[in-house]
């Protein structure tokens, strides 16, 4: 049995702590390569994983980016995918029409295991996107946290591999396709631009210095160092490797650049007519938006208002058990003067980077020789820790992760920020670390990825509750598992938890209370120990990234809570190796489908 040949558009979200996020789909200009061709998915196929194999295959030809990620290098190793919005259109209908075809070849209720977890996760899936598709122009396709005019550019660094002169001359076909990718992206700004879907003005500064960091470095950008420092590394005669440079130079200089400087011109136009109020109820059907966002995310049915309370309920806990350590630790005052204290004394920053990284890296050969006591199954692949590149670290996150290559051929990368070491506490070094390496993201992902019998939109693809939920419950984790033995560490962990909780405030105070950004901001001064610079670049993440930030404590609170139940029901029975296996067996999946995971290993464990 064969489909029709045709490509397939996915999402794929670059440099982001959600690149292996499904949901991402909603927030992403990053459509893949879409030619008009005939859909067409037969009635029946011969097995449910050939089935999901044969979206796979189609998915995979429609996206030269997704091959690079999964460590394919053939002949589309040097093409960028489509970001028009006709590619955006047929990934929809192609994603519809395999969930329709699959509805008609397989019955539920005949299916039992894996291949009905499968086609219970590909029907939500596709349901998650049929709900979020026609809000897709609702998107910032350039802001500080991603788009193509940083996106790329790290892409080119931390993704394509030169191993060969093949690969060096893939390289250079990339840099010359950044002027078009960058043109069509230019231009569907403007289009949004002209129906009233900008960022907030205040975005378009951190855009416009990410984009002259490249140009004003001349010769000398990020992407031309790496190409270099790349070409340089093969074994090749002189004359080759010089002439492999020049193409790579002529290419930028020809394609790249002055596409750079036409989406310059742009973003310096946008600012000058952007508007001011930050939440995305001023958006096209804006209320309508947020919503879907919201359950898009945290894979709930919880209203704006709820989420809120939920946020106020658990500020109200951490600020409990926050006053128990400034008694620990002696501290006499309020709250809101032990805040001050560790957010300004000079005892609680470092004053080198590379004292950070080392410390970070020793936080975690630590806890990871402890993983088998809590771990029935560990990955494989090694994990390293990255700063992020200087000429996006102003803009980008504070931490995030990158997950392993299938193949081998790339590690778990924990990125992080230390653009200003004053914005990176000592006191969540811990914790952060925990989050995004393991038991966390690197934990967690790493072992998603090697799950080689899982089809692969499981093994590639994510829920964001799940994920982030993971990486919060993690957090809290190592503390059982014997860390945090500094309470000021320990206070770090309640501080990053409260975040957290923070979040689902603010979050939904911006974008449904129409709050506006000073007051977040002044919310979090008041609510939390985290200094200046990192709460600012908090809320303006959560202005141009909506709903994503309340997945974290949403997905911790269902682990916990279903941590607590099994406890209850098994008693001396329960045992915290196996829940976790339990946990992690399935890869991603949404909260309610995770309940249920849980439940049946309670009765089993049982029996």
């Avoid at 193409?247 to 007519?273: F, H, T, V």
């Avoid at 000429?391 to 992760?401: N, Q």
């Avoid at 190592?478 to 945090?484: A, C, L, S, T």
Wanted: hydrophobic residues 40%.
């Amino acid at each position: 049995m064969r489909l029709s040949a045709f490509p397939l558009v996915s999402v794929l979200a670059l440099a982001s702590c959600a690149a292996a996020d499904d949901t991402a789909n909603v927030a992403s200009a990053s459509a893949k390569t879409a030619q008009a061709a005939p859909i067409s998915v037969p009635a029946a196929t011969p097995t449910m994983a050939q089935f999901f194999e044969q979206y796979n295959d189609v998915e995979l030809g429609a996206s030269p980016q997704t091959k690079a990620y999964r460590g394919i290098r053939d002949g589309d190793y040097g093409k960028w995918d489509d970001y028009g919005d006709a590619a955006a259109k047929l990934e929809y209908e192609v994603l519809k029409t395999f969930s329709s075809g699959m509805r008609s070849a397989f019955e539920l209720s005949s299916l039992s295991g894996e291949d009905a977890l499968s086609y219970r996760l590909f029907n939500a899936m596709a349901e998650r996107r049929a709900r979020n598709h026609k809000f897709r122009k609702n998107v910032y396709l350039f802001n500080q946290m991603r788009g193509a005019h940083s996106g790329l550019p790290a892409f080119l660094i931390n993704i394509h591999k030169v191993e060969n002169a093949d690969h060096a001359i893939a390289y250079v076909e990339r840099i010359n396709g950044l002027g078009p990718v960058l043109d069509t992206l230019t231009a569907e700004a403007r289009e949004r631009a002209a129906n009233g879907v900008m960022p907030p003005k205040w975005v378009y500064p951190y855009v416009i210095s990410d984009i002259q960091n490249l140009l004003n470095a001349g010769d000398d950008n990020a992407v031309l160092k790496d190409f270099r420092s790349k070409a340089d590394a093969l074994d090749l005669a002189s004359d080759d490797g010089e002439g492999l440079k020049e193409d790579g130079l002529n290419a930028w200089n020809q394609s790249a650049r002055p596409a750079y400087e036409r989406l310059l011109a742009e973003m310096k136009r946008q600012e000058a007519i952007a508007p001011t109020d930050d939440g995305v109820w001023r958006l096209p059907e804006g209320g309508q938006y947020y919503s879907a966002l919201l359950k898009n995310y945290t894979t709930t049915d919880l209203s704006a208002d709820e989420i809120h309370n939920i946020g106020l309920r658990e500020v109200e806990r951490i600020h409990g058990e926050m006053r128990q350590i400034m008694a620990k630790v002696g501290f006499e005052g309020s709250l809101q003067d032990f805040f001050k204290f560790t957010r300004n004394d000079d005892r609680f920053f470092y004053t080198t980077r590379e004292e950070y990284l080392a410390d970070a890296n020793a936080a975690l050969r630590k806890l990871e020789a402890k993983l088998p006591e809590y771990f029935g199954r560990l990955p494989k692949a090694p994990m390293i820790i990255k700063p992020v590149e200087a000429f996006r670290e102003k803009s980008a996150g504070k931490a995030f992760y990158q997950s392993p290559a299938p193949d081998g051929s790339r590690p778990g990368t924990y990125y992080v920020n230390l653009y200003n070491l004053r914005d990176m506490s000592k006191n969540e070094l811990e914790a952060l670390a925990y989050h995004e390496g393991s038991p966390g993201h690197h934990l967690q992902r790493a072992l998603q990825t090697e799950m080689g019998d899982l089809p692969p939109f499981r093994r590639f693809g994510g829920v964001t509750a799940y994920t982030e939920g993971w990486g919060l419950y993690s957090e809290e984790l190592g503390k059982d598992m014997g860390f945090y033995t500094d309470p000021y560490s320990d206070f770090g962990r309640l501080g990053m938890e409260l975040w957290r909780a923070c979040r689902l405030v603010v979050d939904t105070g911006i974008h449904d209370k129409r709050w506006n950004r000073e007051k977040a901001i002044a919310y979090l001064t008041e609510n939390t120990p985290n200094p200046d610079g990192d709460i600012r670049k908090a809320i303006e993440r959560y202005i141009v990234y909506p709903g994503q930030a309340t997945a974290y404590m949403i997905g911790k609170l269902k682990i916990m809570e279903l941590r607590a139940n099994a406890r209850k029901e098994l008693g001396d029975k329960f045992d915290i190796r196996g829940f976790h296996d339990a946990i992690l067996v399935s890869g991603p999946v949404p909260l309610d489908i995770l309940e249920e995971n849980i439940e049946a290993w309670v009765a089993a464990e049982k029996n």
